[in-house]
């Protein structure tokens, strides 16, 4: 009966809570304990240059997450990002180029292409997952391959490259001083948090990833909620896809392989639960800056990228274990 | 005679409360021992600690003479002759009976699994305990009440001495409830001691022959059960004198707030909701309160669910004040025509557990208090919650705290402030005071009360008789899917509803054991 009761306030000097507070702040004092180490490992980590490019870098990722957050926070997962992201940036190109706008114009043919493609696909796969009930890790995996192999479908599996300046402006361009890609993010991040915080929406995500059945009960039009999760993710994916295309300057059919990893762990290590209901944007930012500070790390200090991938790996696993930790010890 | 199970000075603390605070417990050979107390009072923490899922802090505990060790694991305690049964079932879902009764202990031939043993011996020691069932067949598929048969069948086939039940008959009718009652009567016979956690005082009375008493984690009381009165029972629990109150009529009007016309549904192949209804009509009017009584599955739920557009039916008529609606199709459509749920489960239907007291409160209205219908106004959140918690005395920290920290009883009123929040037309409460203690009961009891004082139509589903009696003013009896008859509050009594309730001809056996 415990569990039902209130713990009293007690004015007794209390311990310390170690487990909970870095279950608060750990990931965020991992950030800054690897800030403070690749800082001292090389001192070019800190350098503006290097700043700039790990967030640049961060930013294209993290605008899936935000989306993605919405995604877990409901239960589900899409798996489907990474691919989806070279799918829309290759279909931007190929619209701009069949339409011949390559010129300065070209960017916003492009940049629409690729957020519309991003948003149909996010909604079908919604679809699929709430009208058809496949579980969404089924849906997504398998667009996952579809969409890889849409997007070597579209112009022969080659890249499609030579964009206007315009184009690129939004890849490697800035805004007072501040790269495009990042000012995005925080503009999109900003967002999310308003979103899942302040809007009724909002409640609604974390609701019918708490306890579906509840909110169902509670009036809640569930299967359109989850849905919309998806179209967002989608919408979010396609904009990713453009501005990566821009920063390469090329559409890439391999372009975002292994970024739906990335963008789960940015999620998971952030501390939102693959259960559903629990976690938010807040931790999904500190999770993407997180592998961003980490893999540039490990680029600097020469560790090759097979262990980079070993080392991420342990990371997503570690925290989750603590958070499942932390959670079965209150 | 010597006691079975002798339990001294157990201490439990958790971070910021004591729960348990120098507990005892003895229980003799071969009898019913009942634990009682109210939520909080320590028993699920005393259960945990002798199943060994909890480690006490201090205390002994010895199981026919031998020391218990206080690190032992719940294997161990089910080894040393103790099984645990718990409210959830630990059952896998997917495997056989068979498999159920016999895991971690599959009889074998050669290293491998005797099939043809397993399910011979499955089957006779079910038999034994007057279920006869197919023992290949999936757990999944069995009514709660023969799954906890089989977690009974399995702590014999255990050959355990000690049997832990925690509320056993809180998911099971009536007639269940008689059967299972057999059942413990026929294993007292064979020398096996159940200890027997419950709130129903009234099985008490029928089934157990002594009581410990708990209160606030420390032990209060120990009797025989034919030398001493519910009442006194009751007062040992609360430390105060509690009654049901019957109420007092009021004046009502006679219009029908609501009328459901002809509701009809064939059976659905699987489901928890998949009884056949047969031509169900009845009406609420303003101010009265309609109860709902009946076995489990009888079609009491099964209706109200209806009504509320959660579960489709093939036929039926739904009016609000007068005016025909087709039913319902969504439970968002009931709650704009202003009709308000309390569900039967309140931790699987009902709460979020993980999410704060105002989050859970304010749900469902959160379109009124959202500022151009997106942002959530924080003000009027606040004050719709403060406004709610005051009017239901709930008893919380704060209304950032998760609702899964409440007692059942400050649970339920959330519930209940979630759904007046509303200010629904016609409120159906389903079971209103499930698993809350007798304190919290009475409260619950006065709020519905007073919601049909203020006009609203309210339809309250209960499987505890003396409750639908207390609150009624008209009472409609359910059974197999029809109605069998309504009363009127004032005459109605245990026995006349037990009449319409029980199924008795043969024939309605041979439909019950069928399902």
Redesign the interface.
Known sequence: MTENTIPEQVAAPRRFDVVGWLRRYGTSFFLLALIVFFAFENSRFLSLRNVTNILTEVSIYGIIAVGMTFVILTAGVDLAVGSLLAFTGMSGAVVMQALGADSSLGWLVALATATAVGTLVGYLQGKAVTFFSVPPFIVTLGGMTVWRGATLILNDGSPISGFDASYRWWGNGSIAGIPVPIVLFGLIAAAGFVIERYTRYGRYIYAVGGNPEAARLNGLDVPAIITSVYVIVGALSGLAGFLLSARLGAAEAVGGIGYELRVIASVVIGGTSLAGGRGGIGGTVIGALLIGVLTNGLVIMHVSSYWQQVVIGLIIVAAVAFDTYAKARR | MPNLLDVRDVC?Q????K?LDGVELQVRKGEVHALL?E???????LLKILSGALRADRGEAKLDGLMLKPADTPRERQRAGLATIYQEFNLLPFMSIAENLYLGREPERRGFIDWAAMHENSRALLASLGLIVDPRREVLHLSVAHQQMVEIGRAVAQNAKLIVMDEPTAALGQREVEILHGVIEELKTRGVSFIYVTHRLDEVKRVCDSFTVLRDGRYVARGEVRSVETHDLVRLMVGRDVEVAKRARTARSSEAVLAVNGVSRARESSGRHAMALNDLSIDVKAGEILGFAGLVGAGRTELARII?G?DRCDRGVLYLHGTELSLLR???E???AGIA?V?EDRK????????SIS?NMT??S??RI?RW????SEKKERQLVEKYRSALRI???SSA?AV?????GNQQKVLLA?CMALQPKVLIVDEPTRGIDIGAKVEVHQLLFEMARSGMALIIISSEMPEILALSDRIVVFREGCISGILDGQDATEGKLMALMAISTAADLKRSAAR
């Open positions: 439990k958790f971070p910021g409360v729960a107390g939520n909080g009072a320590g028993k699920s923490t509320f959660a969504s439970p968002k009931a709650i704009r749920l569900p699987q239907q009902g709460c979020f557990l993980e999410q989050q749900l469902p959160l379109k959202a219908g997106i942002f959530v008893k919380m920290p705290v899964g920290t409440l007692s059942g979630r």
